[in-house]
């Protein structure tokens, strides 16, 4: 069974660093693209890009390239989402989900909350 | 802004069937195959359909989907209480090189 397991929820000021963690199993881990997904609080799901953890390489959406970075290590099938400076505006759950290169994801995450306020 | 579209919201009572829409274009509907997602009240987005009309293992067949040009739905038979949540379409933009989303449709059982 496909699972992904994401790190728990964080509370953060503006200004510090943070980096979630996704990991999975149940399936070749290296071998599918990890998308990552941003949802604020009244419902849009807007997607932020993706990685490949066989050859690390990612793919990013316009909107969010620039302000996250994400990384992956296959050797323990885990997938990473990380800020150098939060904003308040970064306040929403993260989800990881595996997805094809040219599909929507497929199986998600359970979610990881992030809260940034001073 | 979602590039999909669908309403914002869909209710019916127990049993009745209901159907929601999702609404697109060439580079995206019109090209690609469909993928619905259920989120139920505090959980995650949760694969219902995908390939159009191919439903997961574990998911009942009374949820099923179609696509046509650059439109899609989503039909629920047999409405459920537990069925009440929130449904999102989404396919592969192919001028954008990203997965794209509808808005979201609240559905409420009545």
């Known amino acids: 069974e496909v699972q992904l397991e994401q790190s728990g929820a964080e509370v953060k000021k503006p200004g510090e660093s943070l980096k979630i963690s996704c990991k999975g199993s149940g399936y070749n881990f290296a071998g599918f693209w990890i998308g990552w997904l941003r949802q604020k609080p009244g419902k849009d799901l807007e997607w932020m890009g993706m990685?490949?953890?066989?050859?690390?390489?990612?793919r990013y959406s316009p909107s969010f390239q620039g302000q996250v970075t994400m990384t992956a290590d296959k050797t323990t099938n885990t997938a990473y989402l990380q800020w150098s400076s939060l904003k308040a505006s970064d306040t929403a759950m993260y989800y990881c989900a595996k997805q094809g290169q040219w599909e929507p994801p497929s199986n998600w995450g359970q979610g990881t909350l992030v809260s940034v306020f001073s | 802004q979602p590039v999909l579209t669908q309403p914002p919201s869909a209710s019916g009572t127990p049993g009745q069937r209901v159907s929601i829409s999702c609404s697109g274009r060439?580079?995206?509907?019109?090209?690609?195959?469909m993928t619905w997602y259920q989120q139920l009240p505090g959980g995650a987005p949760k694969l219902l359909i995908y390939?159009?009309?191919q439903r997961p293992s574990g998911v009942p067949a009374r949820f099923s989907g179609s696509q046509s040009g650059t439109s899609a739905s989503l039909a629920i038979r047999g409405l459920q209480s537990e069925d009440e949540g929130d449904y999102y379409c989404a396919t592969w933009d192919d001028s954008l090189n990203a997965p794209v989303f509808g808005g979201g449709t609240k559905l409420t059982v009545l």
């Open positions: 390939r159009n009309s």
């Open positions: 990685i490949y953890p066989g050859d690390s390489d990612t």
């Open positions: 060439s580079s995206n509907i019109g090209s690609n195959t």
